[in-house]
Nanobody, 115 residues
Framework: QVQLVESGGGLVQAGGSLRLSCVAS????????MGWYRQAPGKQRELVAT???????NYADSVKGRFTISRDIAKNTVYLQMSSLKPEDTAVYYC?????????WGQGTQVTVSS
């Protein structure tokens, strides 16, 4: 069993910052990737940022230069530092771990950016 628990979402004004955290517990081994996705109302879930086991990162074009993904392997934790937030960043943000090529998801945390 693997559980992912996100925290750090909330309401912020445009231009502000938030830091999301996701802690994984359970059978955490053979991590392929760790990352963040988001889903806005009426839209499909989309990739925000991922980090492969070797440290390679991948970002959506819409967040490049504003968001930074990082990790603490010892704590099985992945972070998403979000800066210069825009109203269009409003969404439910989901943590994702790919372990042994199986996807695991957190329950999501709401991020709301007011204009």
């Amino acid at each position: 069993q693997v559980q992912l628990v996100e925290s750090g979402g909330g309401l912020v004004q445009a231009g502000g910052s938030l830091r999301l955290s996701c802690v994984a517990s359970g059978s955490i081994f053979s991590i392929n990737t760790m990352g963040w996705y988001r889903q806005a109302p009426g839209k499909q879930r989309e990739l925000v940022a991922t980090m492969a086991s070797g440290g390679t990162t991948n970002y959506a074009d819409s967040v490049k230069g504003r968001f930074t993904i990082s990790r603490d392997i010892a704590k099985n934790t992945v972070y998403l530092q979000m800066s210069s937030l825009k109203p269009e960043d409003t969404a439910v943000y989901y943590c994702n771990f790919v372990l042994r090529f199986i996807n695991f998801w957190g329950q999501g945390t709401q991020v709301t950016v007011s204009s």
